[in-house]
């Protein structure tokens, strides 16, 4: 295929993502997956766990337009991530005001591991997303381009579309700074 052609495509489909991830999910409230085949719609209600794959992040970026929202990267073969987990579901109870987006990334043979962690850090009422690309290579350029796969990783997005991104382990003081900040 033509590299003109094959860009342009790739631009469509982009563009088609973004507009699709302003019907799938509401400002407000749990994701819906009506935009998706309707098996894996099933399984994404079931497991309450919508994929990551290209053009999610930009996607998550546009449902939560106008708000701060901190999105963040774990998994369950991070010590770190997972030892810190319930703390930011706990985070995103008792913040009013900024959204919060999570995301697994294990790959789908962890997921039953990875499932399991949110339930015991509560962050089954939070909003869940989890890798559903193999070249995960291309999900952190998406998300930033001097991103490596290092995690933990934070991405927060300022009401005004700014994006700051932190790898490793936060402390209270540094995310309450931005928090307050931002709201």
Sequence with gaps: MRPRIRHALLAAAGLAACAMAQFAWPQFGRPQFGWLPAAQAQEARTQEVAPFARGSFEAIRKAHAGRPLIVHFWSVTCVICVSELAEWGKLARETPGVDFVFVNADPESDRHRALAR??????????????????????????????????????????????????????????????DGKR
């Design 118 to 179: 949110m339930e015991k850090a509560g962050l089954k009422q939070s909003v869940n997303f989890a890798f559903a690309d193999r070249f995960v290579e291309r999900l952190y350029f998406e998300v930033d381009r001097h991103w490596e796969g290092e995690l933990p990783f934070t991405a927060f997005v300022a009401a005004n579309g700014s994006l700051r991104t932190e790898i490793g382990a936060l402390t209270d003081l540094k995310l309450a700074s931005w928090i």
